[in-house]
Nanobody, 115 residues
Framework: QVQVAEFGGGLVQPGGSLRLSCVVSGTTVSLIGMAWYRQAPGKQREFVARLVSAAVASYADFVKGRFTISRDTSKNVVYLQMHNIQPEDAAVYYC?????????WGQGTQVTVSS
């Protein structure tokens, strides 16, 4: 059974940067697609970025050019590097397999944006 745990969220000023980490167990990240999702208060969970292989990634339009998804196969970790963070990026960020999201959802990591 695939399990995930997200880390790295926190308080950031508009325009700032964060790197989120997703520690994966029960499978190897080099063998499966992984994605980041987010959920803001009062909104549905939405797709942010997907890494199908080391060279194939896709992004939601609202993060293109600002966020980068990557992985470290030696650590079995998937990252989300976030630059130029905006107030609308505030949310709980989750990772999961993709497609589809078949792992048990983790607790997520909170990103708060405030000046």
């Amino acid at each position: 059974q695939v399990q995930v745990a997200e880390f790295g969220g926190g308080l950031v000023q508009p325009g700032g940067s964060l790197r989120l980490s997703c520690v994966v167990s029960g499978t190897t990240v080099s063998l499966i697609g992984m994605a980041w999702y987010r959920q803001a208060p009062g909104k549905q969970r939405e797709f942010v970025a997907r890494l199908v292989s080391a060279a194939v990634a896709s992004y939601a339009d609202f993060v293109k050019g600002r966020f980068t998804i990557s992985r470290d196969t030696s650590k079995n970790v998937v990252y989300l590097q976030m630059h130029n963070i905006q107030p609308e990026d505030a949310a709980v960020y989750y990772c999961n397999t993709s497609p589809p999201p078949s792992a048990t959802w983790g607790q997520g990591t909170q990103v708060t944006v405030s000046s």
